[in-house]
Nanobody, 123 residues
């Protein structure tokens, strides 16, 4: 019932910026959260940032604090991830997920996932 689509990935140079978008369609109930995660080859999926639709209580992973910013446009049902001062370690597949109600930094609490978008950062 819930459809999640990421966009905006691609190639960037170290030190550059990129903005990812996540559009959520379908039914949601209550003040659910939308989160961003990433997974690099050989590594576990990592929490990046999350925000609720209405209460505006953003959370950030330690590795991206000060560089990444999450925001949302309620009218467009879209969540953004602004990524600044990119480094090569940011190279990964980035996923958007929706539906968490509590402990919104934990991936198991999300029930609708996008297919992912590749972000590659060159030296």
């Amino acid at each position: 019932q819930v459809h999640v689509v990421e966009s905006g990935g691609g190639l960037a140079e170290a030190g550059g910026s990129m903005r990812l978008s996540c559009t959520v369609s379908g039914r949601t109930f209550g003040d659910v959260a939308v989160g961003w995660f990433r997974q690099a080859p050989g590594k576990e999926r990592e929490f990046l940032a999350a925000i609720r639709w209405y209460s505006d209580s953003p959370y950030y992973g330690d590795s991206v604090k000060g560089r990444f910013t999450i925001s949302r446009d309620l009218g467009k049902s879209t969540v953004f991830l602004q990524m600044n001062r990119l480094i090569t370690e940011d190279t990964a597949v980035y996923y958007c997920a929706s539906g968490a109600t509590d402990q919104i930094t934990l991936q198991d609490n999300y029930n609708a996932w996008g297919r992912g978008t590749q972000v590659t950062v060159s030296p």
